[in-house]
């Protein structure tokens, strides 16, 4: 029994459009609301928990109705036109808005008076004395914005209180110089000043926000329509025991395009600055959405590959010999269904842990480790997860799904952990532990869809959507959740924060018992193998 690896990648495809719309939105618009918009980490973790808010209501709505579809193009297909289109020329739309926004911050003196000094690539960030200079710089601005009207005595004195006097306590305890720590938390403290300036700049004319979230809906609600349909054409072509290699092969094609945006992304500059225009990025994003669903369309021919896939399992009666009960799927009884709980929670919970890194590491690299996905070290690190991928989906078929889950979240877990221990600038210690979390989400991501919908009855469309209901309620709750946290206690809160819930979702895990694909009669198998 061989996977149709050519298929697979075509399939695979739609994958690459997916990964690459969600790393450009996750790079980009969380950051994006904090540093040009002035939105403060709760405020811009709830706008981050709309696409995942929607997607809880809408996934499982077009899973099924993807089920039910009875088009000549295919159950999925259709959506994923659709959907791809739209989410294509809204994301476009984002360039706008963007552009616009960054020329009215270019126009304030936030840049050259504040940013710039700041972070002066020619000082030495870590002397008391660099950001004695910042705080003087940000209090004569504070005072004329005060005199002037501009802004008003409880916004100065909220500044006053939980920014100035903060840095100033920790510029006064210490020496001449500022150790790891302390560096971190007066840096926190400036980009929050930072922010504040933007959304002032913001709320004085707040037409282009409204815009730019207008347009990021068409874009999520966009996303939602052939994202389950996507996921389950995989299944409906696959058969069940090479479920786990062909989801590590759709993996590997979401990894390149995860791995394109973020060099395009490189490319516009928003590793440099927190106030380049990415007008590129957008459009470059949208014209490959539109022109990869153009390859798809030309290669894949959706009711052929399912044709071919029933004609296997009906001439090798795999949909009733193949498994060691008379059915493809046993019924739904208690213990199956307390199983698929016990999956969908730890799935929420892994989501929950993990999801609160990708939609803030954007705003953490830089602002607390100095460090930029452009580095080389961070390349080497991505390079070598993707080379992973598929090794990982043989693993899978070798010692089992739940077993590779479970190391996975080890994995995981004990890297996102480590994390509280660096320090700026350790550039290829950071790679070390990226490259470990990634191979640890690896190993999970490509298990946990194929065992929640191993335990479907032909209805993959709607367990597809109960796994993206899992995960998106996760990422409904966590943006909003971490943001209030590190508004508290600062950005450094982030990684415990991973670490415990995906700690949890691997207790969970434990208590699962199915999902794993059934022995295969081994007549079958050589009659099988002598046909092919």
């Not at 004085?204 to 054409?233: E, G, Q, W, Y």
């Not at 991505?382 to 089992?400: C, N």
């Not at 190391?407 to 950071?430: C, D, I, K, R």
């Not at 990422?475 to 990684?495: A, E, K, N, V, W």
Request: proline share 3%.
């Amino acid at each position: 029994m061989k996977l149709n690896y050519r298929n697979t990648i075509y399939v695979g495809l739609i994958f690459f459009i997916i990964s690459m719309f969600w790393q450009a939105y996750d790079l980009m618009i969380a950051r994006t609301l904090i540093d040009k918009f002035g939105l403060n980490q709760t405020w811009s973790g709830i706008v981050m928990s709309f696409d995942n808010i929607m997607a809880v209501i809408l996934l499982p709505v077009f899973g099924a109705l993807s089920d039910k579809s009875n088009s000549k193009l295919g159950r999925r297909t259709p959506y994923i036109i659709v959907g791809t289109l739209l989410s294509a020329f809204a994301f476009m739309g984002l360039a706008y808005t963007d552009a616009v926004q960054t020329l009215d911050i270019q126009a304030t003196d936030i840049i050259t008076n504040h940013y710039d000094v700041a972070f002066d690539s020619t000082a030495d960030v870590t002397e008391t004395s660099h950001w004695y200079l910042v705080v003087d710089n940000m209090s004569l601005e504070r005072a004329e914005s005060l005199q002037d009207g501009n802004i008003s005595a409880q916004t100065y004195f909220n500044w006053r209180d939980n920014i100035k006097n903060p840095m100033l306590d920790i510029l006064n305890s210490d020496g001449n110089n500022l150790d790891a720590r302390e560096l971190s938390n007066i840096k926190d403290l400036y980009y929050n000043y930072l922010s504040q300036r933007a959304w002032e700049v913001t709320s004085s004319d707040i037409t282009n926000l409204i815009v730019f979230a207008t347009i990021l809906f068409i874009a999520l609600v966009s996303m939602t329509i052939f994202r389950s349909p996507a996921v389950a054409l995989m299944p409906d072509i696959t058969l069940k025991p090479l479920r786990s290699k062909a989801n590590a092969v759709i993996t590997l094609m979401g990894a390149f395009g995860g791995i394109l945006a973020v060099y395009v992304i490189m490319l516009s500059g928003l590793n440099r600055s927190s106030y380049d225009n990415h007008v590129f990025v957008y459009i470059f994003v949208g014209c490959m959405m539109i022109l990869v669903l153009g390859i798809f369309l030309w290669k894949v021919k959706e009711p052929r590959l399912v044709a071919e896939k029933n004609r296997m399992m009906e001439k090798f009666e795999l949909d009733r010999g193949i498994y060691s009960k008379t059915e493809s799927t046993p019924e739904m009884t208690l213990k199956r269904r307390v199983s698929l709980y016990f999956l969908l929670a730890s799935i929420f919970l892994l989501f929950v842990g993990y999801n609160a890194v990708t939609s803030k590491i954007a705003d953490y690299l830089p602002k607390v480790l100095n460090m930029n996905f452009s580095d080389f070290p961070f390349i080497v690190a991505q390079v070598f997860v993707v080379v992973m991928i598929l090794p990982v989906g043989i693993l899978s078929m070798w010692i089992g799904r739940k077993k590779t889950v479970l190391v996975g979240m080890v994995l995981l877990a004990g890297a996102m952990g480590s994390v509280w221990y660096l320090h700026e600038n350790q550039a290829w210690l950071t790679a070390s532990i990226i490259s470990i979390a990634g191979i640890g989400l690896t190993m999970i991501s490509v298990n946990t869809y194929v065992m929640v919908v191993e335990m479907s009855r032909g209805d993959v469309g709607r367990y597809t959507g109960y796994y993206y209901a899992a995960s998106m309620s996760a990422q409904i709750f966590t943006p909003i959740f971490s943001g209030i946290l590190m508004d508290h206690f600062g950005r450094r809160i982030l990684f415990p924060y991973a670490t415990i819930f995906i700690s949890l979702a691997l207790v969970a895990m434990l208590f699962v018992k199915h999902g794993e694909p059934k022995k295969i009669n081994q007549s079958i198998l050589e009659a099988f193998n002598d046909f092919d």
